[in-house]
């Protein structure tokens, strides 16, 4: 009988790869622990090892080929007399593709529910489906196509090509003066870039998760965020701290944390969290240009989510202002970055029950947009805030103070919050699951109000 | 610019050597250096008395002792390099040419003051004068610093950062991580310890398991020097090679500048951690100011000549002493200015 050689998993969120090179042909003779094959993942060049001994039979998936799902057949290992049905039964299997839905089930599919979406007020015409990770690195040409001073540091960023290849392709068009490699040495590298905002120039400081950020905090907080104002106005810092934040997927404590409430407690530091691909770009695009520090966080799980993005090369998406992605009339939802897909599946599920759902993206954390919550509640009557991160002085509770400040008269019932549960994240897939905010707490939470 | 073209004497060596040129200063140069430290020390001398009669608060670190390093530094760079220090700043900015009656004013919080009275003694800023502050986190501009020498290298241009830190700050883990960044992309920076022997109050025995601070960087091949940081001609001598090297393009240089201070760490200072004798013998002995005087008059400088700059100094720093008092505190609306650049 044949062994299937399977397209490995290689990072807790990889859902596909790109199969980059065959090192071994039909024919060849293999012993478990070959090297057989190359792959390329969100994250790095991989090795395929043979998983047993034989010959290859057949090759499934031609090198070269992208998208190739986790766990998809690659190519078939037996002996030589008996491999030849297998083979052929196997033939006509088709390739895998991208849009099947994929097998880890803590991985949330990319395809955005929309349904009644308002016009946004700013129409940028023509759009086209990208990721993510595509429009944060488009973001970050394009303003270093437009200004000289714009540069990229960080680990990881020039000939690795990004720890999460977000700035794949930068090194090969702007050299390796503008996009620098580091040691791994958070503070002193977060301390050079600040200096050199201070000098006039606009870093872009890639952190390769914002986990690793917190050795750099001092920096941030203490150096480029006062100096502004200590100096009475006379010193800036522009600057971009960019990278993941929150949970990514089975990866434990120590690297599962949402930041967002840490930063947005500062004044002088503008907090970003973009969701779709739209977000993604114009608010990079926004921060880059901004002449304040900006906090920017990203979310590994969307780097791969494919969205609508405007192809305009003026997209830009101005900082400070939420967007409503769904109308709805009874409730009002308000999220960012991933739990935006959690809220907007959860108005599904309610919609069908006969409650009508307004989803708030913020898009922004801080200058937070009060104006869109307190609107919204004012026509719905109701909040619930939903986050990934802790419930002790989070983000949803700001939401909570500033809705109860500014539309208590408008409440019919108590706002509340969904968050991630008040532990350190969890490794066991059962209790991470648990510990992170799924639709249907949404949608209980929502219930309880009516 | 000449120095471009001046070769590094040591080549990445990292060979210690103690700097002792005394030829390095004209005559001129010396008299304005005497100028200078005396404009410091008056002033220092100053805003102690300033804080005693509670018109200035908070921190208050003064530099007196320390004046022959920012005032030699400061003779080995041209106009466009830039400086950074701590919070024993004042002589940097004074040493960089910013206006006495605006860091006093600053000292006493008040609207004439460089930040507008919203930085205090620890944090001024001059662009204008490359002055890049006046920081509060020990051992944070070491960082700030190496990026300003990456924003000089990024454009092109032959400047160098000056980036002052005690020996206290030395252990810092991020110095070290300066080190390594500044080595690697060859930044043109240097490093100007100042050790003036106790971090508070711990000396540098109990805080550093370096004897010699000046090989701090030897493990990225930083060349580093000892300098008495006492005589202002050694520190110009000691400075102006570092900074050459720097501006050829070899990389970052290490100076340590063996220097003390005569006042507590800041006003509040128990004075348990050293001798009374041991101040004082630094005081009648090795004072940057008495090693220089005495320097211009085998030079020929009258003592007439002297005693009108020491007058003209006092004159300054009464009128710095006077504006810092008579300025008004800042309006309440600059509460909520400068938070962020609105654009």
Known sequence: MATELLMPALSPTMTEGKLAKWLRSVGDNVKAGDVVAEIETDKATMEVEAPDEGEILQILVPEGTENVLVNAPIALIGSNHEGIETASAVKNAPLPKATQAPKNPTITEAKPVRVATPKSPEDWGETAEITVREALRDAMALEMRRDPDVFLIGEEVAQYQGAYKVSQGLLEEFGEKRVVDTPITEHGFTGLAVGAAMAGLRPIVEFMTFNFAMQALDQVVNSAAKTLYMSGGQMGCPIVFRGPNGPAARVAAQHSQCFASWYAHCPGLRVVAPWSAADAKGLLRAAIRDPNPVIFLENEILYGHKHPCPIHEDFVLPIGKAKVERVGADVTVVAFSMMVDTALKAAEVLQERGISVEVINLRTIRPLDVETIVNSVQKTNRLVSVEEGWPFAGIGAEIVAQITEHAFDWLDAPPTRVTGLDVPMPYAANLEKLALPQEEWVVEAVTKLF | ?343
Request: charged share 25%; aromatic share 8%; net charge neutral.
């Open chain 2, 1 to 343: 610019m000449a120095a471009r073209d001046v070769k590094p004497a040591r080549n990445a060596s990292n060979k210690v050597k103690k700097s002792t040129s005394t030829a390095a200063m004209t005559r001129d140069e010396l008299f304005a250096a005497y100028e200078k430290m005396l404009l410091i020390r008056r002033f220092e001398e100053k805003a102690g008395q300033l804080y005693g009669m509670g018109l200035i608060g908070g921190f208050c670190h003064l530099y007196i002792g320390q004046e022959a390093v920012v005032t030699g530094m400061q003779f080995a760079i041209q106009p466009g390099d830039q400086v950074i220090t701590s919070y024993r700043d004042h002589g940097h900015m004074l040493a960089c040419g910013m206006d006495p009656t605006g860091v006093m004013a600053e000292l006493t919080g008040r609207s004439g003051g460089y930040s507008h009275g919203k930085g205090g003694s620890m944090h001024m800023f001059s662009k204008e004068k490359g002055f890049y502050g006046g920081h509060g986190i020990v051992g944070a501009q070491v960082s700030l610093g190496t990026g300003l020498a990456f924003a000089n290298h990024y454009r092109g241009n032959d400047r160098v950062c000056l980036t002052y830190f005690g020996e206290g700050a030395s252990n810092q883990g991020q110095v070290f991580e300066s080190f390594n960044l500044a080595a690697l992309l060859k930044l043109p920076v240097v490093y100007v310890i100042e050790n003036n022997r106790y971090g508070m109050g711990t000396s540098v025995e109990r805080a550093s398991a370096s004897r010699d601070l000046s090989r701090n960087g030897a493990p990225w091949q930083i060349p580093g020097m000892q300098v008495d940081g006492m005589d202002v001609m050694a520190v110009k001598a000691a400075g102006a090679e570092a900074v050459a090297h720097c501006r050829g393009g070899n990389g970052p240089f290490l100076l340590e500048m063996k220097t003390y201070r005569y006042r507590g760490h800041s006003m509040s200072d128990p004075a348990k951690y050293r001798t009374r004798e041991e101040v004082q013998k630094m005081r009648s002995e090795h004072d940057c100011i008495d090693l220089a005087r005495t320097e211009l008059e085998v030079r020929g400088v009258t003592d007439e000549r002297l005693r009108s700059i020491d007058d003209a100094v006092k004159k300054r720093i009464q009128e710095a002493a006077d504006f810092a008092q008579t300025s008004p505190e800042p309006d309440e609306s600059e509460l909520w200015t400068d938070i962020l650049v609105e654009n």
